[in-house]
């Protein structure tokens, strides 16, 4: 079963840091792009960072560069997202996400989501 | 930035189609996507490049992009379809998300 499992979440002080993690099963891991995206809360949808499946290409959405920084580890199908200088307006549910296309870049659509984990960004 | 607009609710009775649409600018140069979200749940994918439904997606959903809109319609409405819909799109660098529209099932 093809699946996505976000951890890390949590309480953390504004300016703080937190790294969520997202464990990937039963698909090859490395042929997809994947991202990250959140919701804060009664709000919608909102991208945050996408990276490559192989040659670790980057993008972000501009309220988030030079703060937070995607990464992956394909040895262990985890996908990561580090967050320093956390705001109040960071509050939100972040799901994981993989790219539909099998190509290894962004350009289409999600067709897997976690489930999410909430990250809360308040003293 | 590419914005991405769709009208905050549409109201439908059960048995008739509802249509949403999602404006942005040359927005059919691009692919749309489409995302069914109920509450507490994660967003699900229903159609994807403007048209294509996923396996497992009924057929009472379909869609379409032309000019500056895509449109989802969902055919047969039932009680089910109550949800949150967001439209997506890839433009250059990033992905980008409408502003969701409420379906109410009446």
């Known amino acids: 079963e093809v699946q996505l499992l976000e951890s890390g979440g949590g309480l953390v002080q504004p300016g703080g840091s937190l790294r969520l993690s997202c464990a990937a099963s039963?698909?090859?891991?490395?042929?997809?792009?994947m991202s990250w995206v959140r919701q804060a809360p009664g709000k919608g949808l909102e991208w945050v960072s996408a990276?490559?499946?192989?040659?670790?290409?980057?993008y972000s959405t501009d309220s988030v560069k030079g703060r937070f920084t995607i990464s992956r580890d394909n040895s262990k199908n985890t996908l990561y997202l580090q967050m320093n200088t956390l705001r109040a307006g960071d509050t939100a549910v972040y799901y994981c996400?993989?790219?539909?296309?099998?190509?290894?870049?962004?350009?289409?659509?999600?067709?897997?989501w976690g489930q999410g984990t909430m990250v809360t960004v308040s003293s | 930035s590419y914005e991405l607009t769709q009208p905050p609710a549409v109201s439908v009775s059960p048995g008739q189609t509802a249509s949403i649409t999602c404006s942005g600018d040359?927005?059919?140069?691009?692919?749309a996507s489409w995302y069914q979200q109920k509450p507490g749940q994660s967003p699900v994918l229903v159609i994807y490049?403007?048209?294509k439904r996923p396996s497992g997606i009924p057929e009472r959903f379909s869609g379409s992009n032309s000019g500056n809109t895509a449109t989802l319609a969902i055919s047969g409405t039932q009680a089910m379809d109550e949800a949150d819909y967001y439209c997506?799109?890839?433009?250059?660098?990033?992905?980008?998300f409408g502003t969701g529209t409420k379906v109410t099932v009446l």
């Open positions: 996400a993989r790219e539909y296309d099998s190509s290894g870049y962004p350009y289409d659509a999600f067709d897997i």
């Open positions: 040359k927005l059919g140069q691009k692919y």
């Open positions: 490049q403007d048209r």
């Open positions: 990276i490559s499946g192989s040659d670790g290409l980057t």
């Open positions: 997506q799109a890839w433009d250059t660098t990033t992905y980008v």
């Open positions: 039963g698909f090859s891991f490395n042929k997809y792009a």
